[in-house]
């Protein structure tokens, strides 16, 4: 975990309905200059398969640092609805959300108000799933089903995409190992299905991992636990929500 950057951080609620929060990071080095003296802003979301993890994580934290300092931005790391219990396009929508909050708070945030923070250079990435949430945004923006001008203009987007659905598409059909799968499964393993929207039927059977951590959230909200990073299986770290 980097400490010694000159980089201030702080979390902000961007929808009280759904409790989600995203964390705010800012150079304070007097020495960082941009081409109009203004920060761009970099909108980023994390990866987890759309199941799993939070800002909160210390690698996330830890490149959200870096990412801050070195380009240098202004950044936001934000959470999302999460599946099973959220399934898509929530996680969509929220990440839709994440830019409205942006466009309304840049002139009452005083990290976007003063004068900082290039809101006519605005770029959208993620990783993983979180590169798929950047991707869906930054079409719908291009398409002008999300509107966010004259405030808000989205001049990039950076990707390491997750894309799955519950059928294999012909390109991964065609792809297919000796044995039926892939290299990376998401059918096999189950991973996808549980995300995907309802088609008006009964979904299928939850595959035993995701039922396990859907009952330990549910049990942790009753409880009152906040959220935490532990250890799992094969020194995986994961957030318990």
């Given at each position: 975990m980097p400490s010694n950057l000159p980089i201030q951080w702080k979390d902000v609620v961007y929808n009280a309905t759904h409790a989600l929060r995203l964390r705010m990071y800012r150079p304070t080095d007097d020495?960082?200059?941009?081409?109009?003296?203004?920060?761009?802003?970099?909108?980023?979301?994390?990866?987890?398969?759309?199941?799993?993890?939070?800002?909160?994580?210390?690698?996330?934290?830890?490149?959200?640092?870096?990412?801050?300092?070195e380009l240098p931005a202004l950044v936001l790391s934000a959470d999302y609805r999460l599946a099973p219990e959220h399934r898509l396009p929530a996680a969509h929508r929220d990440a839709e959300a994440v830019l409205s909050w942006l466009r309304a708070q840049a002139e009452a945030d005083p990290w976007l108000a003063d004068d900082s923070a290039d809101l006519?250079?605005?770029?959208?990435?993620?990783?993983?799933?979180?590169?798929?949430?950047?991707?869906?945004v930054a079409v719908r923006y291009g398409s002008g089903q999300l509107t966010l001008d004259p405030v808000i203009r989205i001049t990039g987007c950076i990707l390491w995409p997750f894309f799955a659905a519950e059928e294999r598409t012909a390109s991964e059909a065609a792809g297919l190992l000796d044995d039926g799968t892939t290299l990376f499964d998401e059918h096999k393993h189950g991973t996808a299905r549980p995300c995907c929207p309802r088609r008006g039927r009964r979904p299928r059977e939850l595959t035993s991992r995701l039922r396990r951590r859907a009952r330990w959230r549910a049990r942790r909200r009753e409880v009152g636990w906040r959220p935490a990073a532990v250890r799992g299986r094969r020194g995986e770290r994961a957030a318990v929500r």
């Open positions: 020495n960082t200059t941009t081409a109009n003296n203004k920060l761009p802003v970099l909108v980023y979301f994390h990866g987890g398969g759309f199941c799993l993890c939070s800002f909160e994580l210390p690698h996330f934290h830890a490149g959200a640092l870096r990412l801050a300092a006519g250079r605005v770029f959208v990435c993620g990783d993983s799933a979180g590169g798929n949430i950047a991707h869906h």
